[in-house]
């Protein structure tokens, strides 16, 4: 594509920011309005005049004033604002080009559509525009005939499917305008962050998709008045390579393009598709064959209707031939994720699949679920915890030795997952581990994941094997509880940061057993110490008591020398907390998984370590020498420390930044002597895992004789696989 060349002053634009929604704080996003204004700022920077700009925008309290200064007369971006401006306000622009762009949350609604959240959205009313839409409505009469000659439209904003719980509350997307194309020539470049079922993800507070575009909008600005969108485009796509070559995003930003230049195109980001050799060619010409014959001798009728359902699934625009042809469906289906094996199950609702036509799609894109059947089990694996997600990719390993434990992303899961593909007139063994998790698990979820195999082994034909299957999955996990292998129950404290006089903090209390959290109390209002204290004995009396229950703080780092082990309970009966459950400390901060990937390699050591493998921390070495310590030490699974009261602060933080999960130390004892003890306490070798437990009786020896050392150990036992409860999944665009 040649550079467009034009006056900048005829350009128009609409810019669209949703960062405040009306429900909890988990659903408000930080980001978006500071996309936006980087957006405006370059588009006056070619030349647009500002009056040529429509900024729509639910800004959150901090990003006001900026939005007010960059941009006075902005307009809010409530529902009726914005179908204002494009149903009537773009009616008004005389010009050459148009820009739309919009920045906020995204999900993937019923049918398939593309929601963008609107300000008014809730949590448990999910309310939106359909993003298609947008394309339609700018080969309308909502745009004059000669109001604009070419469009280009960025959307950054996710489009994944939700959890099922949370996908029922989601509207049906409201259509911009159902009426007639009237311009159905006009050149539309559209540019979207992700791709069907898909993150957009943020980096430094703004959203990853629009920076990049932002740098190289600039820098193909640096030629003169010319715009090359595919010279713009090639460096989005080098700049997403390199970002998924470090590992750190698996994010594919898309693009489509109608009838600019008299082309129509989509490209998602990658290398180009290599042309097929011998063995897919042929197997590709199987694939036409077999779809000519399902169609049957209603071919036309047959063809049209599978396209439309195709057209719920995939994301590249479908033929232009009306209907296609056989051939024309297995190359479209190609063009898609899950596309050969989607394609074939529209069409084989009433048929059997021949053993060598499942061979050629699994030859052709490595897969074998159907588009549908691969997003609802994304989905179902978001709704586990990411300790449930590893347990899952634990299933597959133990059975098969092949999937990665550090997979915790669902996409990357359920990508490793189906890389099992299944051998010929054999249950996949994706679904091997499905059952074997779920008879061990058990929980909501579990059921759902049950449920979810049934139809998978339904549809390939295999439902007497599958319940083979399931009755070994069961006898397996009854085999676990008699071993008296059950799942643990623990209990989760988050203590906030203090604040104000009196070290007063606000406080939640979770119970967790395998994937089922239950909230117990929440406590907004900071309370003292000692009143947090009753507020967990008063908790803890309503729970049934198991001597096994584990009981995690989760603290600031501040707040890790609190001797919470020491709080003694005199309902029902009087008890310590440290010693009639095991008690240990977590810190979230400076756990950020793309910097501690560290953290959780240390972790897996745990499982298999002893406790001799702890690396000692001598109490004379600073901050900066601890850290360093531990950074040469990456096999190693945890420390412990006999630093003095006044240095443990920054022992602490070093650590923690050095991605250690274990961590012991003295809580009042002068070095020399708190050496010994912490020795005493590990005695000779034992496994490390035991660690908790092992501490717990130590102090349980310690309650007649007040100055025990068991009674000043603490513990950081930080398990990246046991989070607190995760946060609705809409903290991305």
Known sequence: MTAVEHDWRRTHAVIVAVERY?????LNLDGPVRDAIGMRKWLTGRGVPPENIRLLASPMDHNRAALETEHPGYRPAERADVRKVFRDGLREIDGDWLWIYWAGHGVQAPGGRWSLLYPETSDTDLQGLDADSLMDLVRTDHVHWDGADRVTVVIDACRRALPLDIHELADVPQP?????????????YWMRACQAGAVAMEQDGAGRFTSALLRQLE?????GPGLDLDRVWKGVQDEFAQVRATGSSRQYPTMHVINWEQEERTVRLGPPAPPLDPEKRRFRETLVLEASGLLGADAAGSAGRVAARLCEQFTTA????????AEELVDWALENPHGTVTLLAELSVHAPVRT???KACHVLQDQWLTRAEYTELVALLGRLDERGRYEVAEEARALFGLVDLSCHDPDVLADALEELLPKPDQLPQLLRVVERFAAVDEGAVAADLRAWSLR????LGMKGQLMERRGEAKEYAEGLKAAGLPQEQRIQIRLHPSSGPGQRRA?????RRGEDVNSLAKVDTPASLEEIRNGLEAVLSTQPYTPDTLVEFFVPSTDLDLAVHRWQFAQPVERHL???YPVVMRCTEFREPQRHELWKHRWKQVGTAGTGNLRWLPGHLDCGEVYRVVQQSVDTPGAMTTTSTRARQDVFNACLFGGVPVLIWHGEAEPSIAEDEVRKLLGEERPLRSLPQRLRELRSDTDPYKSHHGRHMALLWDDPHRPLPDQLDLSAP
Do not use: F, M
């Open 456 to 459: 998978c082994a339904e549809r």
């Open 22 to 26: 009306n429900g909890s704080d988990a």
């Open 318 to 325: 479908p033929p232009a031939t009306t209907p296609p042809s």
């Open 356 to 358: 060598e036509i499942r």
């Open 176 to 188: 911009l305008t159902n009426v007639t194309q009237t311009r159905s020539e006009r050149p539309v």
């Open 219 to 223: 820098a193909a600005g640096a030629d």
């Open 578 to 580: 440290g010693t009639d």
């Open 507 to 511: 406080y939640e209390v979770w119970t």
